[in-house]
């Protein structure tokens, strides 16, 4: 299956300015995390601002059926009671975690520290996502898996070990959610758990761990790496945590208002970790108008005021060390460099050919059959931008919330209409997508 039950087609048309203010949801990275931790800790975590898209409720039904209370309160309100390190209950059922990688592997790392088994599977998409790269390490530790899909994917039995054994792990590729796991595992371990990563990946983990009360400290590691040491066994304290706006859903309203003539919105309080601004950087090398005020920070996790204006971009070089900062946001880079004046290279994207879709592939198809020439050259994607694209193409989402709405930006600026296959997906990460982009201004029907 590559499509809902149900597909839901839709359409963009060029539109004319978007304006106004709009407040994109939560942060979907630090939503899974303030679950994980509250149910990891002993007493209450209130959470405001959760995202409350499917792959965040997955991880919330999982963590009550591991034995947390997780309650919503109000409007992306949420409490957790938690059961403390280690405390988590076998599971009755097999844990569903829909469409969600980031869900489904963190609590992997989760369950890997607690003497329980449990039932992982998910969607079609992530029953076809590599899970080994979580295996191999947590398996190190002690777990034991047992898994009837290919190559250790889903759906999977794993037996958290008794008698955690903390390691010094390198991650084999920059990736939060292979470091996360370890980490979550290591909770569990005596002594220090420590993860290396060659280029450094979100750290949401550990400041989300040290705002909980872990003793965790991150240094450098050569020229853009990390080494990350957490003491195992820490009592974890139930906390607040706000959840900023996510800059990975920002990106599609912002990309949106730079190609769409005359436009001008701004986003409040967007999260502007470094770990996760590099499409914003990227954008403003090619010329965007883009500016950010009211710069605060809460729980480690700056935040600031976004405004987007109608620019004029022109390619650039995305150098590979960049991709861990914007490996989400390359689908949405790829409309803005396809509106551009001349060629974007995009160097290093072989981990987008394990998301929720083959993103490599689907980020050229996508340009493609709607006009715009696009290259796939071993890890690298190099579109050619003509200023405008001759849209009319229909889009095939793959299950993938990203390409949808990376699609219907297209089609905002297009010469002719852009129709996506299916927006069921969308829902995973950004539930309001449609109305709040129509409220901008946008034409989608
Ligand atoms: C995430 C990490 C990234 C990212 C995903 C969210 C996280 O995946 O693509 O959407 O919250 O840790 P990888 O760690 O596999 O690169």
Same mark, same amino acid.
């Given at each position: 299956?590559?499509?809902?039950?149900?597909?839901?087609?839709?359409?963009?048309?060029?539109?004319?300015?978007?304006?106004?203010?709009?407040?994109?949801?939560?942060?979907?990275?630090?939503? !899974?995390?303030?679950?994980?931790?509250?149910?990891? %800790?002993?007493?209450?975590?209130?959470?405001?601002?959760?995202?409350?898209?499917?792959?965040?409720?997955?991880?919330?039904?999982?963590?009550?059926?591991?034995?947390?209370?997780?309650?919503?309160?109000?409007?992306?309100?949420?409490?957790?009671?938690?059961?403390?390190?280690?405390?988590?209950?076998?599971?009755?059922?097999?844990?569903?975690?829909?469409? %969600?990688?980031?869900?489904?592997?963190?609590?992997?790392?989760?369950?890997?520290?607690?003497?329980?088994?449990? @039932?992982?599977?998910?969607?079609?998409?992530?029953?076809?996502?590599?899970?080994?790269?979580?295996?191999?390490?947590?398996?190190?530790?002690?777990?034991?898996?047992?898994?009837?899909?290919?190559?250790?994917?889903?759906?999977?039995?794993?037996?958290?070990?008794?008698?955690?054994?903390?390691?010094?792990?390198?991650?084999?590729?920059?990736?939060?959610?292979?470091?996360?796991?370890?980490?979550?595992?290591?909770? %569990?371990?005596?002594?220090?758990?420590?993860?290396?990563?060659?280029?450094?990946?979100?750290?949401?983990?550990?400041?989300?761990?040290? !705002?909980?009360?872990?003793?965790? $400290?991150?240094?450098?590691?050569?020229?853009?790496?990390?080494?990350?040491?957490?003491?195992?066994?820490?009592?974890?304290?139930?906390?607040?945590?706000?959840?900023?706006?996510?800059?990975?859903?920002?990106?599609?309203?912002? $990309?949106?208002?730079?190609?769409?003539?005359?436009?001008?919105?701004?986003?409040?309080?967007?999260?502007?970790?470094?770990?996760?601004?590099?499409?914003? /950087?990227?954008?403003?090398?090619?010329?965007?108008?883009?500016?950010?005020?009211?710069?605060?920070?809460? /729980?480690?996790?700056?935040?600031?005021?976004?405004?987007?204006?109608?620019?004029?971009?022109?390619?650039?070089?995305?150098?590979?060390?960049?991709?861990?900062?914007?490996?989400?946001?390359?689908?949405?880079? /790829?409309?803005?460099?396809?509106?551009?004046?001349?060629?974007?290279?995009?160097?290093?994207? !072989?981990?987008?050919?394990?998301?929720?879709?083959?993103?490599? /592939?689907?980020?050229?198809?996508?340009?493609? @059959?709607?006009?715009?020439? @696009?290259?796939?050259?071993?890890?690298?994607?190099?579109?050619?931008?003509?200023?405008?694209?001759?849209?009319?193409?229909?889009?095939?989402? !793959?299950?993938?919330?990203?390409?949808?709405?990376?699609?219907? @930006?297209?089609?905002?600026?297009?010469?002719?209409?852009?129709?996506?296959?299916?927006?069921?997906?969308?829902?995973?990460?950004?539930?309001?997508?449609?109305?709040?982009?129509?409220?901008?201004?946008?034409?989608? %029907?």
């Amino acid at each position: 299956m590559t499509h809902s039950d149900h597909p839901s087609p839709l359409e963009a048309r060029c539109s004319g300015p978007l304006t106004g203010k709009a407040r994109v949801p939560g942060d979907k990275s630090i939503s !899974h995390r303030a679950l994980i931790l509250g149910a990891l %800790s002993v007493g209450k975590t209130r959470i405001s601002g959760l995202l409350e898209g499917e792959d965040v409720l997955n991880t919330a039904k999982s963590m009550r059926a591991l034995g947390a209370e997780v309650d919503r309160t109000g409007d992306f309100a949420w409490v957790v009671q938690g059961v403390g390190v280690s405390g988590f209950a076998e599971p009755q059922n097999p844990l569903d975690f829909g469409n %969600s990688g980031t869900g489904c592997r963190l609590v992997m790392g989760a369950v890997a520290g607690c003497p329980i088994t449990a @039932v992982f599977d998910g969607d079609a998409s992530l029953r076809s996502r590599p899970m080994r790269r979580v295996l191999d390490p947590l398996e190190l530790m002690g777990a034991k898996t047992r898994s009837s899909g290919e190559g250790g994917r889903l759906p999977l039995t794993l037996a958290g070990a008794r008698d955690p054994v903390p390691i010094t792990y390198r991650t084999p590729v920059a990736s939060a959610q292979i470091k996360s796991a370890v980490l979550l595992a290591g909770l %569990s371990a005596p002594g220090v758990t420590t993860v290396i990563e060659q280029e450094a990946s979100r750290d949401h983990t550990e400041l989300m761990l040290k !705002h909980f009360g872990a003793e965790i $400290v991150s240094s450098k590691e050569g020229a853009h790496g990390r080494k990350i040491a957490l003491t195992g066994q820490p009592e974890l304290h139930g906390a607040d945590v706000v959840v900023p706006a996510d800059p990975s859903s920002a990106a599609f309203p912002i $990309v949106a208002a730079l190609i769409v003539e005359g436009s001008d919105i701004i986003l409040p309080d967007v999260m502007t970790n470094p770990l996760r601004t590099g499409l914003f /950087a990227t954008l403003r090398e090619m010329g965007a108008l883009l500016e950010e005020t009211e710069v605060r920070g809460d /729980a480690g996790e700056p935040m600031a005021q976004i405004r987007a204006r109608a620019s004029k971009l022109r390619g650039v070089e995305v150098p590979p060390e960049r991709a861990p900062s914007m490996i989400d946001e390359y689908l949405v880079l /790829a409309v803005a460099a396809a509106f551009a004046e001349g060629t974007t290279i995009m160097r290093g994207l !072989h981990e987008l050919r394990v998301k929720e879709s083959d993103r490599l /592939a689907a980020t050229a198809a996508m340009l493609r @059959v709607n006009g715009v020439s @696009v290259e796939i050259s071993g890890d690298d994607l190099v579109v050619e931008g003509r200023g405008h694209v001759p849209g009319g193409g229909l889009v095939a989402t !793959h299950m993938d919330h990203r390409i949808a709405m990376s699609a219907l @930006v297209m089609g905002l600026a297009s010469d002719k209409p852009v129709k996506v296959d299916d927006t069921a997906f969308i829902a995973t990460s950004f539930p309001d997508f449609i109305p709040m982009m129509r409220a901008l201004g946008a034409e989608l %029907s």
